[in-house]
Nanobody, 118 residues
Framework: QVQLVESGGGLVRAGGSLRLSCAAS????????LGWFRQPPGKEREFVAF????????SYADSVNGRFTISRDNGKNTAYLQMSSLKLEDTAVYYC???????????WGQGTQVTFSS
């Protein structure tokens, strides 16, 4: 089992950058594949990015590819989502999630809000 806590959300402006963090409680953090998801206001939750447990594989939603970078530091039990060239449509609650192998994402954080400031 693993507990996930996101942080780093806040107010951003168009073209700005922000780095989200996902801190995990488990010493077995390196056993888990990780994903970032987001839920825009009034919409369904959607996939943003994925990173395998060894960081050997990553993938991104088309909407963020080239602007967002997912990474992890297994020594610190933490994953990151570096977001750049932010757009209004990136406004959402961002969640990190963990899974083992081909299983569904089983563990979820509470989310961190990213909001555009005019």
């Amino acid at each position: 089992q693993v507990q996930l806590v996101e942080s780093g959300g806040g107010l951003v402006r168009a073209g700005g950058s922000l780095r989200l963090s996902c801190a995990a409680s488990a010493r077995t953090f390196s056993y888990f594949d990780l994903g970032w998801f987001r839920q825009p206001p009034g919409k369904e939750r959607e996939f943003v990015a994925f990173i395998s447990r060894s960081s050997s594989s990553t993938s991104y939603a088309d909407s963020v590819n080239g602007r967002f970078t997912i990474s992890r530091d297994n020594g610190k039990n933490t994953a990151y989502l570096q977001m750049s060239s932010l757009k209004l449509e990136d406004t959402a609650v961002y969640y990190c999630a963990a899974k083992v192998g081909y299983a569904k994402y089983e563990y979820w954080g509470q989310g961190t809000q990213v909001t555009f400031s005019s």
